[in-house]
């Protein structure tokens, strides 16, 4: 399967990513090939391969997970007590996205 410049264009303007030309070029190239290596494993046969399991799947004895106990939450005030700069109960953060 081949990518397209067009497509390397729209998923870099959903990710609002702004590519040079070369790195159009690039990244057509790069994506492509990460999906040939996709179609050469779908081509694998897996029909006697049994399916992988979870680390903690039936493991209640070892699980490192602890127990879903409901607790009241932290009120506005104590979540924003350790930010370094509030305004209006919110975290103020640098502005990282110009446009």
């Known amino acids: 399967m081949k990518i397209t410049e067009q497509e390397v264009r729209r998923v870099a303007e959903l ?7 070369d790195e159009i070029v690039r990244m057509t190239h790069d994506m492509s090939a990460v999906l040939v290596h996709i179609d050469k494993l779908n ?3 897996t029909t006697n391969v049994e399916p992988m399991t979870q680390v903690l799947y039936e493991a209640e004895e070892t699980a490192t997970l602890r127990a ?3 607790k009241p939450s932290l ?3 104590e979540a924003v007590a350790n930010a370094p700069v509030t305004s209006g109960g919110y975290y103020k953060v640098p502005r990282v996205i110009e446009r």
């Open 75 to 77: 009120s506005n005030s």
């Open 43 to 45: 081509e694998l046969d």
């Open 15 to 21: 990710a609002q990513l702004a590519l040079t030309d």
């Open 68 to 70: 879903d106990v409901e």
